[in-house]
């Protein structure tokens, strides 16, 4: 069993540069930057219905990522450059670490048409090179669209890229497996806390997106074949432990867990005996000596992917 990170599950917040919205969009009103934000959003709700700004005005303010091994472990969630958040160092921490740990699959949900391209901008507006991720290779590049043994996005995983709309985003995945979903916040208000200064609440939520995104991973890998429902449960159930764990100086895990439900298995003996058990929960400690459960096999291929909603999608609008 190899701790080497395999995959990096990651979830990104943002927000409006106003600057830049001043000169872009409203260059002969000589707008303050809050006026431009509020100008720009008031617009936006108008036309959409919603005061989310397009991803080539927004910067990154918080990016918090989970490092996941081979055998789908939960290893660690970092949120980077926390508690300073700041957006140039974040994106400088988050090309330099995928590289650092060799150039592991990212996962995310929509991540495709937002995190992506949002940290592909924010290394061009700050100067920083990442040969690796544009690699020159054709239709093997790992910023082809369907390449997904380095992005594995699953909002498009579980529309068979963009085939279909998966109305509900991250919330409805999460809360289909009797994971917690949203709890309070949502990405269009994440101007407002920024702006209040509430960064730490940023972060939190930031955190909570990335272990529902984590356990819509694994069920992702039960239906693409790559674990079993019984390897499933083995890793939610190492995974609370670790939340757990964390709870008492994670104010976010902390409320994770106070949300936190289990997945209520349908099949009954007579309809699946093994499927009806792989969910059971294990056999209490005994003083003897007991072989380790088995986890998936260890394996460095990709899922082949399938698509998201529409690659379009705002990230307010698909609750990634």
């Given at each position: 069993m190899s701790d080497a990170v395999a995959h990096l599950i990651f979830d990104v917040e943002s927000i409006a540069d106003g600057e830049l919205i001043s000169a872009v969009r409203y260059p002969d009103e000589t707008l303050t930057p809050e006026e431009a934000i509020a100008k720009y959003q008031a617009e936006r709700l108008e036309q959409t219905g919603s005061t989310f700004i397009p991803h080539t005005f927004m910067v990154p303010i918080s990016v918090v990522i989970a490092k996941v091994t081979s055998d789908f472990r939960l290893l660690d969630i970092k949120s980077l450059d926390e508690p300073h958040f700041r957006p140039h160092v974040m994106t400088k921490h988050f090309w330099q670490g995928w590289e650092a740990y060799q150039m592991p699959q990212w996962v995310t949900f929509n991540?495709?048409?937002?995190?992506?391209?949002?940290?592909?901008?924010?290394?061009?507006?700050?100067?920083?090179?990442i040969p690796k991720w544009f690699d020159d290779s054709g239709y093997k590049s790992r910023r082809n669209r369907f390449s997904t043994g380095s992005h594995l996005d699953l909002q498009e995983l579980l529309t068979n890229f963009s085939a279909a709309r998966f109305n509900g985003g991250l919330n409805l995945a999460a809360q289909s497996l009797g994971k917690p979903g949203k709890m309070g916040l949502s990405g269009d208000q994440v101007q407002a806390y920024y702006d209040r200064g509430d960064l730490k609440a940023i972060s939190d939520y930031c955190r909570c997106d990335v272990l529902d995104t984590y356990f819509v991973f694994l069920r992702s890998m039960v239906l693409t074949g790559r674990a079993s429902l019984a390897?499933?449960?083995?890793?939610?159930?190492?995974?609370?432990?670790?939340?757990?764990?964390?709870?008492?100086?994670?104010?976010?895990?902390?409320?994770?867990?106070?949300?936190?439900?289990?997945?209520?298995?349908?099949?009954?003996?007579?309809?699946?005996?093994?499927?009806?058990?792989?969910?059971?929960?294990?056999?209490?400690?005994?003083?003897?000596p007991t072989a380790e459960p088995a986890l998936p096999a260890e394996s460095t291929s990709a899922v082949s992917g399938n698509?998201?909603?529409?690659?379009?999608?705002?990230?307010?609008?698909?609750?990634s």
């Open positions: 991540g495709r048409s937002f995190d992506i391209p949002l940290m592909e901008l924010a290394a061009f507006r700050f100067g920083l090179s390897d499933e449960t083995k890793l939610v159930a190492h995974a609370r432990e670790w939340i757990e764990s964390q709870a008492k100086t994670c104010q976010a895990c902390s409320d994770y867990m106070d949300h936190w439900s289990e997945w209520k298995n349908p099949w009954q003996p007579d309809e699946d005996a093994t499927l009806a058990a792989s969910t059971d929960p294990p056999e209490p400690a005994t003083d003897e698509s998201d909603e529409n690659t379009s999608v705002e990230k307010a609008s698909d609750d």
